[in-house]
DNA sequence: AATGAAATCGACCAGCA
DNA sequence: TGCTGGTCGATTTCATT
């Protein structure tokens, strides 16, 4: 067996059923779950606080509407970087310290690093894009505009393939 | 005055503040929210409501580790699709109901759409692709494998820069 | 908009299967 | 280990300012 995989510390239906709900919505008391799931509160907050001590959930926040700051803007730019001059590791870290960033992927391929940020006004996009070519090591810079973005219904959790879901849950024969 | 903009209903230091501390972590007393801010515990509960019924919180979510799930494989896939036949929108919608995908965006520019998506194999990548090319009016797809993720220490809040914070609170001369 | 008191709900503990 | 039931503390609600 392989002890490597830090996947998660054995999870079952009842475990994948209280993800699925609350990974949308933490707003639900524990009386609706335990109702939903046919187990008492105290097994719903039992499970609770082992998913959190696992890892397995990572945090609870409050999403926040970026419209509602202002920020109607998003934008996704493309960051080459010359190999040569120190690791791609540290270029990462210093794009997502931004103000305006939000994402940063490093990725395979032509493109190194795709960086998704949300800003107010073309001119503080403008404001990132100076900062991003300024750190050393970026060789040049291809940005686009988002006019529209989707999300799913569900989250990650809930948009599991039946072939994910049975691979997560029997991990080990039991 | 314009109408149009259905920016927060006037928020003020203190929203502010309380969104920066709730949107990286909600699992805080109201107790220690409010001895920082120096109000009441009532007064904390009553902006939250508030900040809740405005839409400025959107929802109060679980975040679940993708690799406790076995989704150990990000990829961005970029899609090109033939303008003539339907509306953009259309297609965006379809793509991020596919089983995977965790975010779709609609770019200007030669791209038309980003796609982000979260698998537990190369196989199951293949197989989003597959489907996202059956979709009726996509031309062509781009994937590349995300090798390291950044997220930023902070959320949106926080990330504000100075001007976009004044920008946000005095929207009127109260 | 904010407060304090009363009702409700969640967190924790000891014990049990 | 997973769960139960009960207790305590926290949160939500509401009348009042």
Chains 1, 2 share one sequence.
Do not use: C, W
């Amino acid at each position: 067996m392989n002890d490597t995989l830090r996947t998660a510390p054995d999870l079952d239906e009842t475990d994948l059923a209280i993800l699925e709900r609350i990974e949308d919505d933490f707003d639900v008391s524990l009386e609706t779950l335990a109702d939903q799931l046919d187990i008492s509160k105290s097994a719903v907050h039992y499970r609770l606080n082992k998913l959190k001590d696992g890892g397995v959930i990572q945090s609870v926040t409050a999403d926040i509407d970026p419209l509602m700051l202002g920020l109607e803007m998003a934008a996704i730019t493309d960051v080459m970087v010359s190999h040569e001059s120190g690791y791609s590791e540290d270029i990462g870290e210093r794009l997502v310290e931004l103000d305006g960033v939000e994402k940063v992927y490093y990725t395979m391929g032509d493109v190194d690093f795709v960086v998704v940020s949300r800003v107010q006004s073309r001119d503080q996009l403008n404001n990132i894009i100076e900062r991003i070519v300024a750190i050393d090591g970026v060789n040049s810079t291809s940005s686009k505009f988002v006019m529209q973005e989707f999300d799913p219904e569900h989250g990650v959790a809930a948009n599991l393939t039946d072939e994910a879901r049975s691979a997560v849950i029997d991990h080990t024969g039991e």
